[in-house]
């Protein structure tokens, strides 16, 4: 271990004089409390992580809030931001008594939180993001959004504003924080939470976020600041209050203290070093990893050796290429060249040849790439050597379990028991899971993009010492880290990128941090963007919702000209006319489909409600009505019907919880049964006036597949340009993000199933004019045609993507292959050949363009 001594001195050498605004006790006023908690408690299970909990913040102040991982920070400031419910206790913001938990109500009295799990919903872009993320009334008109959300972005950097078009899930992580800290402060709060704020920020944003801080303290602002890096909380706070297992132990004005005894408080013992001790230099070392003429996207390595028994770390300002790097090395990324661990060469591009040659990776995007959401944590720890504990395939349980207990030991992870969900550990402790699952498989080459992130001081070490375990014996590591201190401290070389290149090396005397930052700012110069932007354009459309309704609307009109080629009848006015007439139908339904299924949901019952409306329309709108009036009334029990079956869907998934392929396939059968008991056999004419008010036409348009566009375009538009299709994209895309953004799922869901339904009443009138009388089996042939055409057009079957336009494109493609496969003289059993394989082959292809994306 190196002595505390030395590290003291590094920590000096920071300057770690607080630069904070004018303290709020200096100014004199009366202080009166803008964000008051009171005797919070909190328990989840057997957890009790908040034990009568008293905080208070002034206007001015910017409190910085520490403790060890699973401390209870994250989980306190969520109740303070209303989107936790606590056991007990009170939460007073600026004078208001919160009563439940109500994101939007806390939002509203002011307190805005950046979350360390951003609430971004990654199918919306940049700017509807923006849009969700503020109070409702600061909310601008969506003629002037992208502007809007332009101005908020560039807060940050008025040189690269973020794009507003842009989908949050093609934002890298640092910009996902510039856009989560961006919408927070948009709406001018008197209290910010900032929940770990740096920890994914590049070394420029994170001055940029202190100065921002500052002003905002200097306006008046409230500020918690919440933050592993005890340098970063010292440098930016007023007061420091420590959280251990749940309650307050310590408040006191940040220069009161040092950074090392800080350090001890959080950790609750004395450290004596915060590294530990580096590789004694041998002279003579063992090549152990050499990477020659390494060429990738963003990269162009000539030659780098690594040798056994090292830490080298990989630095340099953010977007130079050591990312890229750094995945490519694990086989994620294209790139060519020549890698060789140990004797042996691994082939590129192949993360699983890289696992078997050694290479472990920890990512940098801890929630997207790291962890296995929903799946318990015994699972995330052990998923890469499984086949340790594996006889033919089939996993020792004991044995998977013993490793699993040895591993959390070994890191400290903190944490109820191995089968809870990855997702109820803290945020520092998932940190320690995907480090553990990396060490766990004995690597020769570890490497590491930002291991200590979100990690406490305690952890910290417990993981530098495991990296430092991992060379000594024989393994070595490469660790990626936007901390210069960390680099210096740690490794025994540090390797600085600019320009996707070798830049600098420094080891031995030379590697100080100072060096570091040096060598990090002198050796870059900047990128150009422009390409990049022109590239990212033209993959946005490629994965974008509407490139799927491009290519189907393209299918439709080539089997369109394949058939006319071959048949004369295809293109006269009776076979186009009753061709788009049937289209009308599939269309109706499918955007039924596309409303739920853009809310992660699915409906069933849309072809046997089609079915039930034709039934009573058989009834309600018999051949013998005359009046106007009868009509209308027989029009509006359909749509009544149609009401009553989303509202029923929708209460039978959301109270009895069932998924919604099995509430709407009940629903399903019992709509069919209530058919047949009505209409048992075929029969009972509609009204005829209304089968030909039905079947009008311009030209040889019907006017039914004019309504079916344009309610198509509609829709496209609602679900764009209005608060309600962000709502629905939002809950379909990330529920849990919706929930945090205070939009309530529960009656955005409500709304699409009604919506759906309603929306079938438009295709049960076209179906009318298929069959003319009641029949009870006509509109079952609607919903697996419903769900095709979505999923043919790019929606996700779990939600959040699709389009309306998609769905009409969809539709016609339905139709258009129905119509071929006659005029080609096709059997009937090509149409569902054809479907099928269209299906597979669209399904596949959007998700491999999205999954390299
Ligand atoms: N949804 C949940 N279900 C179960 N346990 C939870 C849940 N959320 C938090 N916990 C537990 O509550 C405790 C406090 O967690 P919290 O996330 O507040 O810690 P933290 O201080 O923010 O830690 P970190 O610094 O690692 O982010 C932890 O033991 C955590 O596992």
Sequence with gaps: MRDAQSDQTVLADLALAPEGGTRPEETGEERRPVLELAGIEKHFGPVHALKAVNLELFPGEILGLVGENGAGKSTLMSVAAGSLLPDAGTVTIAGQRMDGSDPEASRSAGLAIVYQDPALIPDLRVDENCYLGVPEKQRPKFA???????????AFSSENPLPPAVPVRDLQPDKRFVLEISKALAGNPKVVILDEPTEHLSKDDVEILLATVRRLAEQGCAVVYISHRIHEVKRIA????????????????????????IVNLVAGKHLAALFPEKRKPTGESETAVVVQDFVGENFSVQELALHRGEIVGLAGIEGQGQRDFLRALAGLGKARGRLSVGEREVPLGK????????????????HGEGIFTSMPILANLTARTLPKFSRASIVDLKQEVAAAQNLRAVLGIKMSSLDAPIESLSGGNQQKVVMARSLASEPTLLLADEPTQGVDVGARLEIYEILRSTAD?????????????ELSGLCDRVVVFSRGQVAAELEGEELTEKAITHAVLTSTTTRSVAAATERSRARRFLTGDYFPAAILAVASLVLGAVAASQNEFYLTAFN???????FAGYAFVAMAQQVVMMTGGIDLSVGPLAGLMVVVASFVLPASLSSYGG????ILVLCLIGLATGAANWALIEFTKIPPVIGTLITFTLLQGISLVLRPEPGGAINGNLLVWLEASAGFVPLAAVAAVVLGLGLEFALRRTAWGLRLRAVGSRPAGAKRLGIRIRWTLLTAYVAASGIVVLAALVLMTQTGSGDASAGISYTLPSITAVVLAGASVFGGRGSFVGALTGALLIQQLNTV??????????QHYLLGGLTILAAGFYSRLRSKA
């Design 631 to 634: 009509l209308a009334v027989g």
């Design 576 to 582: 186009l006319n009753s061709l788009l007439m049937l």
């Design 144 to 154: 002037g959004l992208a502007a809007w959300s332009r101005s908020l972005t560039a």
């Design 473 to 485: 014996s024989g393994g070595t590591a490469l660790v990626l880290s936007s901390d210069a201190m």
């Design 821 to 830: 496969t006659v005029f080609l003289a096709l059997d009937e059993a090509w």
């Design 351 to 366: 993360p699983w040849k890289s696992a078997e040659h050694g290479i472990a990776f920890v990512p940098n995007d801890r």
């Design 238 to 261: 007023h007061r420091i209050a420590v959280l251990r297992d749940g309650a307050i132990k310590d408040t006191f004005p940040a220069d009161q203290k040092t950074d090392r005894e």
